[in-house]
Structures are given as C-alpha cells and as structure tokens.
C-alpha cells in the first residue's frame, strides 16, 4: 500500500514539474533567433523605413476604415444606397465573404502559424489543434452572447412597448372617455426617414377643444425583433472585428522590416474598407441614433491605425518573436477567428440568404451570390502577401 502511493505521489511529482516546464517554455520572453532572422527577412531591416512606411500605413488605414464604414451611413437617405437596395444588398454580401475568409484564411492560419512554431514546446502546442478548439470554443461563446445580449434588448423593449401602451391607454381616456373602436384610427407619421405608426383618437364631443391625441403602439414583433437582431449584430460584430484589428495593428507595428510592411498597406487597406462596409451596414439597419453611430464608426476606424501606433511604440523593447508573444498572438488569433467565422455565417450570410431578406428579383439574388463569393475569393487571395 504504501509502495503504491510513494508511486502514485512521484508520478503526480513528475507530471508537475513537466507541466512547469512547459508553462516556463511556453511564457518565456527569449527571443527565438530564427523566427526573428523570418520575421526582419534576410538584409531587409531598416528602421527608419520601416517607421515611414507605418506613418502610410495608418493613414491609408484610417482613411479606408472611415470610407467604409460611413458609405452606408451616409447613404442610408440615397435610394441605390439604402438598406435594401439591391446595391446595398450586393455590396453587404461582398463584405461579408471578406469578413468569412478573414476569419477562415487569415485569423485561422495566423493562430496555427503561431501555436505551431518550433519555439514552442512540442507539449502540448503541437500534439493538440488548438487553433481549431480556441476558435470552437470562441465561437459557441460568441453564440451564448448573441443569444443573452439579445434577451436583454427583447426584455428592455417590451418595457418600453408596456410604458408606452400605459401611456397610450391613457391618453385615449383623456381624449374621449366614449371613445368607439370607429373613434381610434391607426396613422402613420414620419420621424426623420422612418416611419412610425401611431394612434389617432377622435373626440366628436369636444373637437373644438381637444382634437385628437396621437400615441405610439406597439409594432408588430416581427418588426421589434429585426431591429433588435439588428442592434446586436452590429455590437457583436465590432467586438470581433475591434479584436482583430488590435492584433493585426500590434503585428504591423513591431515590425522593423520595410519588406514585411510594404505589402501589408493595400492588403489591409482592401481588408479594413470592406469589414467597414459590413460593420456600417449593420449600423444603418440598426437604426442607432447618430451620435452612437458615429462614435461605433470611429471605434472602428481608429482601432488599426492606434494598433500600429502602440506597436511602433513597443518595438524598440517588446519582442514579437518570444514563445510568449507567439502563444498570446495565437490564443488572440483564434478567438478572433472564432468570432467573426460566427459572426459571418450565421448574423450576415444566414440572416440574409436564408432569413428571407432576398426577395428582390432573380439577378438581384444572382447578383448577391456572386458578390459573397467574389468577397470571399478577393480576399482568400490576399493570403499571398498578407
């Protein structure tokens, strides 16, 4: 008996300093020379062109950014450009094949890269797909949320739907208290550019004095959910792409190679301009008021260009091609890739294609198809040089 446990107490003995060992190798902050030699590139470092070349970046960057993201926004009162229009509907679905094969070519294979590297211990990054699990489980988070953050806006604008019936009930009782069915009518009003339906009571017996009083009712659900899906899609969506954004800033800018950054600029110039397109899309759907739409377009906007400036700022003692930043930048990368293989599929490719939103006419449909593989297929073949 007591043979067995002095064995049982020395495997549990060995299993832990294993596992301290592969957690000291794992987070070690030594730079791994050959990834450092890949990463510069053979004779290919220069600071000073490489910090000029980062100054490009961000602006290209932001520009792209406000361009995209703010083409939906400011056109959500221009006909071709309003949600629904079938130019709107094509360039959304171009987004999101952009935002489908960011997550699948690009986030995914960056995490892989990373979690693989041979300055990583063999134990555990190479005998299990990490990449694949963090991005399953960053997924089915991602769903959990969408379904709570849902629940809450659904439970937030019930209350809202019985104030207002409360209010209503009681103006229409101080209108008339004889007011018939035939005394109340259903009229539409328009608030800016939506339309809203409200109740009109008629009072015979002091129309003199009173007239009508108009009250808002409750819409039809179908109409209160869309708007709610909506509002989360639009908030999860930049919570994935905010994510990335950081990752991809961070990376660009601690490089010190002009060869590694020169091809970055267009790529993720086209990157951030599409994913914009998308995230504005949802924005206008969403209805939000203009202040909080502008402030989520900044977010967004700015997100890539400060991730470039924190990482020029970081690389003179930050190093990028420790086992540690490896592991961080994997981890990240497949959360992100989770997220916005989620967000794509089932908020933006699901929601419109099977969601019955395509109901314009067959080269309308066609047309979308085209679009969403096109995005997808433009943005796979950035992988060349991204």
């Known amino acids: 008996m007591m043979i067995g446990v002095a064995g049982f107490s020395r495997h549990i003995g060995q299993l832990l300093s294993k596992s301290n060992g592969f957690i000291a190798a794992s987070l070690s902050a030594a ?27 961000m602006a290209a960057i932001l520009v792209s950014g406000v361009m995209g993201v703010g083409r939906p926004l400011v056109g959500r009162k221009r006909r071709t450009v309003q949600t629904g229009s079938a130019v709107f509907v094509a360039a959304k679905a171009f987004a999101a094949g952009v935002i489908l094969a960011t997550g699948f070519v690009h986030m995914l294979h960056d995490a892989e890269h990373a979690l693989s590297n041979p300055c990583l211990p063999a134990a555990p990054w190479r005998r299990f797909p990490f990449p ?36 209503a009930a009681a103006a229409l009782a101080a209108a008339s208290t004889s007011a018939s069915d035939e005394d109340i009518t259903v009229v539409t009003v328009v608030e800016g550019e939506h339309k809203v339906p409200l109740l009109q009571a008629h009072s015979h017996s002091h129309a003199q004095s009173h007239g009508h009083e108009l009250v808002q009712p409750q819409g039809r659900e179908g109409e209160v959910s869309d708007h709610v899906r909506s509002v989360v899609v639009s908030q999860i969506l930049e919570m994935g792409i905010v994510s990335h954004s950081v990752i991809i800033g961070l990376s660009l800018g601690v490089s010190r190679s002009p060869c590694t950054i020169r091809p970055l600029v267009a790529a993720l110039s086209f990157h951030q301009f599409f994913e914009g397109f998308a995230l504005g899309g949802c924005i206008a759907q969403a209805q939000f008021k203009n202040l909080s739409a502008v402030m989520m377009a900044s977010f967004f906007a700015i997100t890539t260009p400060t991730g470039i400036a924190a990482g020029a700022g970081l690389s003179s003692f930050y190093n990028a091609n420790s086992p540690r930043a490896l592991v961080v930048e994997g981890i990240l990368d497949s959360v992100s890739a989770g997220i916005l293989i989620y967000m794509a599929l089932v908020d933006l490719i699901a929601a419109d294609f099977l969601g019955g939103k395509m109901t314009g006419s067959p080269r309308q449909q066609v047309m979308a198809y085209v679009a969403l593989f096109l995005g997808a297929l433009s943005m796979s073949s950035l992988a060349v040089w991204a």
């Open 132 to 167: 694949g699990f963090v991005a399953m489980l960053a997924a089915l988070a991602t769903l959990v949320l969408d379904v709570l953050v849902t629940r809450f806006y659904e439970t937030k604008h019930r209350a809202e739907v019985a104030r207002v019936k409360a209010d």
């Open 31 to 57: 730079s791994c020379a050959d990834e450092a030699e890949k990463a510069e590139g053979a004779g290919c470092r220069d600071d000073a062109a490489a910090l000029r070349l980062k100054w490009i970046a």
